[in-house]
């Protein structure tokens, strides 16, 4: 008559987890109210984490492909201000003081033997109209020929400027410029004449739409391009403002900065430049997503403090509540272990439920932000992983204090208790 | 089977002790069949309590099958729970989110080790109880006769060697009364079952072997 003290047989447990889960499904469906409240917290957690990771990889991988778009053997050179921020004062003047030369840019192909085709580009500042009408967005800049083939740019209408254009008042118009002209009821475009501040140019061709990149700031679908030397004449003082050279093939593009660097040096010393490989601008994107990610990591995060805190009190209250039945199933002999697996279990479940939504909702901010931002939308697996792991560990950590007290409590104290 | 020598219960309220068990001995052997009786308050459910090990003496020695009880292992204390002992309560003490047969079928979850057939075993044991018909209704839509017929049906699932019953009819009318207590003579003469049953009715008392009666705190045979 030994059996009751002597007991080997720990056997599976699994039916003790299937019970438990039933349980707890059942236990969270007669508590709806209660229940969806808890959720609203994980909810916004899990969703702000999952966006926060979806949405930086899909930026990543856009941002590569925006450059691999123009191709990764492209250097981009600059004048250099001394600084980004363009302060007024002594040094603004001082900048402006000694330009990059034309001809010196021309002769980039023949002084580095690493550079094959420079495309050097003029901004030029006034508002353009058509019939009266302005047209919003766009921007008159001087370019060469090359600057097609380096931007990839491809004829709709017409054709490109020419190197033979140069001084004449032909210009090659955007997608975007085109459509604001034929908003206003203009069928052939070509011949068009249209109006920069004071000066009038002939429509000779226009581009298609080419998608954003980032090597250069400004968007091809809005530029009205001229011939370099038009532009020169009619914007005086303001130079040659970017310069894009493709590097030969077999060379690094570290080698055609110093290049670069040594050969405008031997033409102009006092001119100081700035030249940025596509490496170098991914890298500082990359800085510059770490930082968005450290903050949307600590919104997240505190979301989720939230959102497990509204669990455990879910939890808090569920075993204060049920103190009879832990009584009864203690009766019936469920172990201390058995009574914290069921409430953890709960928490799990609660938290999972909350993990859920909260990743359709990371999933759908993401979708919905690349929607808006013209990138291509990708479903990030890992994100999803992280979402399931993060809800998991956020129902055990906060489901675990309750556990605990409802299977420390006392079997006759909990049986008698109502 | 099991024996109480000079158990103790003492229960504070605010700054005063009262002594509800004041040294109870009491030894009830493999296969008896026993009738607790007393005055209401006297500390009869205190008492199942303790031999149920679900409440410790404040002081005494409590032998089950030959071992003391050691208080300090809990686990040990609901394995011989779960495997030895099944309980009837004074209050029935049903889940109410569980059906009938969900109800009956509890102690199986929580015992490792052998499974299989548990619904079955649990249906057969609504039929003795006359309760197979409402297997799928949940204690609440049960009256209180019914919701003891489960518990009876429960306590008996595990197939324990003793049965703690806390006015098991006193819920029930004459006619199911005696049914039930037929049902427990002949689970304690074909199955050696030892049972202690708590009841207030002189006629069920006087169908069980022998009658303690509670007075004082103590037990006077
Ligand atoms: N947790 C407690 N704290 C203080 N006093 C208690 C506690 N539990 C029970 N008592 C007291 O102990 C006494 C015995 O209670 P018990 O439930 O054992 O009586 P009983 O003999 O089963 O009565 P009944 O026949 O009415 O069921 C009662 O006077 C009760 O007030
Ligand atoms: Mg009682």
């Not at chain 1, 249209?194 to 090597?215: A, D, F, H, Q, R």
């Not at chain 1, 832990?326 to 799990?348: H, N, Y």
Request: charged share 20%; proline share 2%.
């Amino acid at each position: 008559m030994q059996e009751g003290l002597s007991y080997e047989g720990r056997g599976d447990c699994r039916v003790i987890i299937r019970a438990n889960i039933k349980e707890a499904l059942k236990s969270l469906m007669s508590a709806k109210q209660r229940t969806l409240l808890a959720l609203i917290g994980i909810v916004i957690g899990i969703g702000s984490v999952i966006a926060m990771v979806s949405v930086g990889h899909i930026v990543q991988v856009e941002s590569l492909r925006q450059f691999k778009e123009m191709g990764t053997d492209l250097i981009s050179i600059e004048k250099d201000d001394g600084s980004d921020s363009s302060s007024p004062g002594i040094g603004g003047a001082r900048a402006t003081k000694s330009s990059i030369k034309l001809a010196d840019v021309l002769g980039m192909t023949a002084g580095c033997s690493a550079i094959t085709v420079v495309a050097p580009s003029v901004n030029v500042s006034g508002q353009a109209s058509y019939g009266g009408k302005n047209i919003p967005n766009s921007r008159l800049m001087g370019v060469t020929e090359s600057f097609r083939d380096i931007n990839k740019l491809r004829i709709s209408q017409g054709r490109f400027i020419s190197d033979l254009d140069a001084q004449s008042q032909f210009c090659v118009i955007g997608s975007n410029v085109a459509t604001a002209i034929r908003k206003q009821g203009c069928g052939n475009i070509i011949g068009e004449k249209l109006k920069v501040g004071e000066k009038v140019y002939t429509i000779v061709g226009v581009t298609e739409n080419v998608p954003e990149s980032g090597m250069r700031n400004f968007s091809p679908n809005d530029a009205l391009c001229v011939h370099i030397s038009t532009a020169l004449r009619s914007s005086k003082g303001s130079g040659i403002s970017n310069i894009i050279a493709r590097v030969s093939a077999g060379t690094t593009n570290n080698i055609a900065r110093e290049q670069v660097m040594a050969y405008f040096k031997s033409k102009n010393s006092t001119l100081s430049l700035k030249v940025s490989s596509p490496e170098e601008i991914i890298a500082q994107m990359e800085k510059q997503m770490r930082m968005i990610t450290l903050l949307m990591g600590a919104v997240g995060s505190i979301s989720l403090i939230v959102g497990g805190v509204g669990v455990m009190n879910v939890m808090l209250v569920s075993v204060s509540e049920r103190r009879r039945e832990i009584g009864i199933r203690r009766a019936l002999g469920a172990k201390r272990g058995d009574i914290s697996g069921q409430f953890l279990i709960e928490s799990v479940i609660l938290s999972m439920m909350g993990g859920t939504l909260g990743i359709l909702l990371g999933v759908g901010a993401s979708y919905l932000v690349s929607l808006f931002a013209h990138w291509n939308f990708l479903f990030s697996f890992k994100a999803i992983l992280l979402g399931v792991g993060v809800s998991n560990v956020v129902g055990i950590f906060s489901g675990y204090y309750p556990a605990r007290q409802a299977s420390m409590l006392d079997p006759i104290v909990a049986l008698k208790s109502d | 089977m099991l024996k109480l020598q000079e158990v103790k219960k003492t229960y504070r309220i605010g700054p005063t002790e009262v002594d509800i068990l004041k040294g109870v001995n009491l030894h009830v052997r493999k296969g008896e069949l026993i009738s607790i009786m007393g005055q209401s308050g006297c500390g009869k459910s205190t008492l199942m309590n303790i031999i149920g090990l679900l409440d410790r003496p404040t002081s005494g020695s409590y032998k089950l099958n030959g071992s003391e009880i050691v208080y300090a292992d809990d686990d040990a204390l609901s394995e011989i729970r779960n495997r030895s002992i099944g309980f009837i309560f004074q209050q029935y003490f049903l889940l109410s989110r569980l059906t009938a047969v969900e109800n009956v079928e509890l102690p199986m979850v929580y015992r490792r080790g052998d499974h299989g057939g548990i619904r079955e075993q649990s249906m057969e044991l609504l039929r003795r109880v006359g309760m197979d018909g409402q297997a799928s209704h949940r204690p609440s839509e049960l009256s209180g006769g019914q919701q003891q017929r489960i518990a009876i049906a429960r306590a008996l699932i595990g197939k324990p060697s003793l049965i703690l019953a806390d006015e098991p009819t006193g819920a029930l009318d004459t006619t199911v009364g005696r049914e039930i207590m037929e049902l427990f003579k002949a689970l304690n003469a074909d199955e050696g079952i030892t049972l202690v049953i708590i009841t207030h009715d002189p006629v069920i008392a006087n169908q069980c072997k022998r009658v303690s009666l509670m007075r004082d705190g103590v037990i006077a045979e």
